[in-house]
Nanobody
Framework: QVQLVESGGGLVQAGGSLRLSCAAS????????MGWFRQAPGKEREFVAA???????VYADSVKGRFAISRDNAKNTLYLQMNSLKPEDTAVYYC?????????????????WGQGTQVTVSS
C-alpha cells in the first residue's frame, strides 16, 4: 500500500499562486508514476499534470504554462506549483500513483490516491 497526503490548498484570488504538496509513504514505488488530478463540483475528475517518465512531464492544455509539477525523490514528495490561477481552477486536487509504464493522463491507470486538498480561486 502507498499512502498519499496532500497539503497546500486554500483560498486565493485570481492571478495568485499556490503550491501543493503530496507526501507519499508505504511500500516502494517510483516517483515517475506520480500525477495530479482535480475534480470541480458537479464535474468529472480530470487530469492536471504528471510525470510521464523519469525526466519527462505532461500537462493538461488548460494548465500548460501556468502549472509546474516537480518532485523530491529523497522526501518522496510531489509538488504542483500553480501560478496565474483562475476561478475555473477551483477544485479538489488529488495526487495519485501508478505504474510508470501506464498512461499518465488516465485516472483509471492509477492505483493509489490521496484524500485531496481544496483549492478555491476567487474572482
Amino acid at each position: 500500500q502507498v499512502q498519499l497526503v496532500e497539503s497546500g490548498g486554500g483560498l486565493v484570488q485570481a492571478g495568485g499562486s499556490l503550491r501543493l504538496s503530496c507526501a507519499a509513504s508505504g511500500r516502494s514505488f517510483s516517483t515517475s508514476g506520480m500525477g495530479w488530478f482535480r475534480q470541480a463540483p458537479g464535474k468529472e475528475r480530470e487530469f492536471v499534470a504528471a510525470w510521464r517518465s523519469l525526466f519527462n512531464t505532461v500537462y493538461a492544455d488548460s494548465v500548460k504554462g501556468r502549472f509546474a509539477i516537480s518532485r523530491d525523490n529523497a522526501k518522496n514528495t510531489l509538488y504542483l506549483q500553480m501560478n496565474s490561477l483562475k476561478p475555473e481552477d477551483t477544485a479538489v486536487y488529488y495526487c495519485a500513483v501508478r505504474n510508470p509504464y501506464r498512461n499518465p493522463t488516465r485516472g483509471d491507470e492509477y492505483d493509489y490516491w490521496g484524500q485531496g486538498t481544496q483549492v478555491t480561486v476567487s474572482s
